[in-house]
């Protein structure tokens, strides 16, 4: 059974607030990814990190960025929320070896 | 450019009706694939994978696909459909040595009754 949280599941925030999307996974992986999704649309990798301090951007710009300081937790920050902002954001992990990647039931953000 | 493609975004069938969903990706080397379903308002669940062996693999909820390596294609299949199965179904890659698992664009599947 895969164990990878995200909070909130919900979200409705004023423009200009800084926001901190939290995903935990309790499987020990390596490999930690976040996607941005519209609805009913592809998902698109804006950050992803192969462990602990390293970070990488994704294929699609960000304004958002990511730390991992524990192998279990890989938040992502937006400093300042825009309307264009608004998506859905999954977050991923998967071991090194098997490339399976296990998902959270994901952030639903909306920026009012 | 190196990609994986869904070329179709929606697809209807009747229920017990049988179901195939495609998916080819553009890699020169050999990948891992994969398909997951999405619920509306969820986080994907995976289906199957392959990595190696067996062309044809099982997964969950009565589906199977096979690779083709001759036609750099990964196909779902499923032979009589469940109205529960109407979800977005994307397939995924990942490259042996690569970092990141790729997506394809999803395909919607509806139900009919």
């Known amino acids: 059974e895969a164990d990878i949280y995200q909070t909130p599941r919900y979200l409705v925030i004023g423009t200009g607030k800084k926001i901190t999307l939290e995903c935990s996974q309790t499987?020990?992986?390596?490999?930690m990814y976040w996607y941005q999704q519209d609805p009913g649309m592809e998902l698109h990798l804006i950050h992803y990190?192969?462990?602990?301090?390293?970070?990488e951007k994704g294929d699609l710009s960000s304004e958002s960025t990511v730390s991992r300081i524990r192998t279990e937790h890989f938040p992502l920050t937006l400093e300042s929320a825009r309307p264009s902002h608004t998506s859905q954001y999954l977050c991923?992990?998967?071991?090194?070896?098997?490339?399976?990647?296990?998902f959270g039931q994901g952030t639903r953000l909306t920026v009012v | 450019a190196q990609s994986v493609t869904q070329p179709d975004i929606h697809i209807t069938v009747s229920e017990g009706a049988s179901l195939e969903l495609r998916c080819n990706y553009s890699?020169?080397?050999?990948?891992?694939l994969f398909w997951y379903v999405q619920s509306p308002g969820q986080g994907l669940q995976l289906l199957l994978k392959?990595?190696?062996?067996?062309?044809l693999v099982q997964g969950i909820k009565g589906f199977e696909a096979e690779f083709k390596r001759s036609q750099s294609s990964f196909n779902l299949r499923k032979p009589s459909v469940h109205w529960s199965d109407a979800a977005e179904y994307f397939c995924?890659?990942?490259?042996?040595?690569?970092?990141?698992?790729?997506f394809g664009q999803g395909t919607r599947l509806t139900i009919n009754p």
């Open positions: 392959y990595f190696s062996g067996d062309t």
């Open positions: 890699y020169g080397a050999t990948p891992y």
């Open positions: 990190s192969y462990g602990v301090n390293s970070t």
């Open positions: 995924a890659v990942i490259i042996q040595g690569a970092q990141k698992l790729v």
């Open positions: 991923a992990s998967s071991d090194a070896g098997l490339g399976e990647a296990f």
């Open positions: 499987m020990g992986h390596d490999k």
